[in-house]
DNA sequence: CCTGGGGCAGCCG
DNA sequence: ACGGCTGCCCCAG
């Protein structure tokens, strides 16, 4: 019975390379639309730091949003996929949003 | 831009 | 089990 944060590291290895999700929507796939807070705090808590590709979850909005390794990182990370981020926003965000379940 | 309030899992003590 | 604190947040003002 996986927990909390397995679930939610468990739908962050879905998120596929190119693509992003956020912080709520990752919330709202997990059961618990309002968890949004736990879901960073699950990333942060992320063993596997590269493997779980946490870089691909922005806040909500396209903002780039913080990461445990350091930002600079993350939007390295981000634009070697071909996501680029300007203003500390994700560009096309709205296209490059992975979506879980259509509800 | 900044502030305050809300809401939630995890980790102490 | 229980209360308090923390955090890669969200939203309204």
């Given at each position: 019975?996986?927990?909390?944060?397995?679930?939610?590291w468990r739908l962050i290895?879905?998120?596929?390379?190119?693509?992003?999700?956020?912080?709520?929507?990752?919330?709202?796939?997990?059961?618990?639309?309002?968890?949004?807070?736990?879901?960073?705090?699950?990333?942060?808590?992320?063993?596997?730091?590269?493997?779980?590709?946490?870089?691909?979850?922005?806040?909500?909005?396209?903002?780039?949003?913080?990461?445990?390794?350091?930002?600079?990182?993350?939007?390295?990370?981000?634009?070697?996929?071909?996501?680029?981020?300007?203003?500390?926003?994700?560009?096309?965000?709205?296209?490059?949003?992975?979506?879980?379940?259509?509800l």
């Open positions: 019975m996986p927990s909390f944060n397995q679930k939610i290895d879905k998120i596929p390379a190119g693509k992003v999700s956020t912080y709520k929507e990752l919330a709202r796939a997990a059961g618990s639309p309002n968890a949004f807070r736990a879901v960073g705090n699950a990333c942060s808590a992320n063993p596997n730091a590269p493997k779980t590709p946490c870089h691909r979850v922005v806040s909500s909005g396209g903002k780039i949003g913080g990461y445990a390794h350091g930002v600079e990182r993350k939007i390295r990370l981000l634009a070697s996929e071909g996501i680029r981020v300007a203003d500390g926003k994700v560009t096309g965000f709205e296209e490059r949003l992975f979506r879980y379940r259509t």
